[in-house]
């Protein structure tokens, strides 16, 4: 099988009790937090005597997360629009291994896009636990510097919520590192479970969720779909 048909220990467990479960019960805590924080700034709207002015910021954060398809997918489309627009697009992966063969990594060669492929796999592959997280501890520690550089209008950092969910990286690192960016570099952070520190930090949230997936009825991953 290759190796984006596999998926993470976790992933499979969430999927299976997705699958075990009522539709009324499908709905995550992640869900249950986004409603409650929704309802929240309802409330505070009500106080308020209108909607804030309309204003252009230098730059937006924005994150993808939520147990459904579409997250990387999604910031792989605002990165195609982004080098449309003539911006300076870079990338870094941080769960997803050089080895691995993907549509989306075919794409920096033919659009001169900086593509940096770092992470080890799947952990549950992991022949060296300790080798792993170096790796993603690295991969942190190249996106920090490119946050910081000025050197890009847009900054895609696929997978990195599970650098923070595994330990390998305190989420206050990952935190101050985006808060601290270069004022024009625009960041798209992708990966299930993202912590609410880093949901706060960020502009715009959106928490995909699973409706039904084909994996549930068998069918294996598609090239050019998944992959």
Avoid: C
């Avoid at 997705?18 to 309802?42: C, G, I, K, V, Y």
């Avoid at 050089?98 to 080890?120: A, M, N, Q, S, V």
């Avoid at 490119?146 to 599970?162: C, H, N, P, R």
């Amino acid at each position: 099988m290759d190796p984006a048909e596999r998926r993470t220990e976790a992933e499979r467990r969430s999927d299976a009790r997705d699958a075990a479960a009522s539709p009324a019960e499908r709905r995550t805590e992640a869900q249950r937090r986004t409603e409650a924080r929704e309802a929240d700034a309802a409330a505070g709207a009500d106080e308020e005597e209108g909607p804030p002015a309309p204003r252009r910021a230098p730059s937006i954060v924005l994150v993808n997360t939520g147990h459904g398809k579409g997250k990387s997918s999604a910031a792989f489309g605002v990165m195609g629009r982004a080098w449309a627009r003539g911006w300076r697009v870079g990338v870094v992966q941080f769960v997803k291994s050089g080895k691995w063969k993907t549509g989306e990594r075919k794409l920096p060669d033919h659009l001169g896009i900086e593509w940096h492929t770092l992470g080890d796999g799947f952990t549950w592959e992991s022949t060296d636990l300790d080798e792993t997280a170096a790796k993603g501890r690295h991969a942190w520690e190249v996106a920090r510097d490119k946050l910081a550089s000025g050197s890009y209008d847009l900054l895609v950092l696929d997978e990195l919520t599970y650098a923070v969910t595994y330990g390998w990286v305190p989420v206050a690192d990952v935190v101050q590192g985006v808060r601290d960016r270069a004022p024009r570099t625009n960041v798209v952070i992708t990966g299930r479970d993202a912590p609410e520190e880093l949901i706060e930090v960020a502009d715009t949230v959106t928490e995909m969720h699973k409706v039904k997936h084909a994996y549930d009825r068998g069918i294996t991953a598609k090239k050019g779909i998944e992959y």
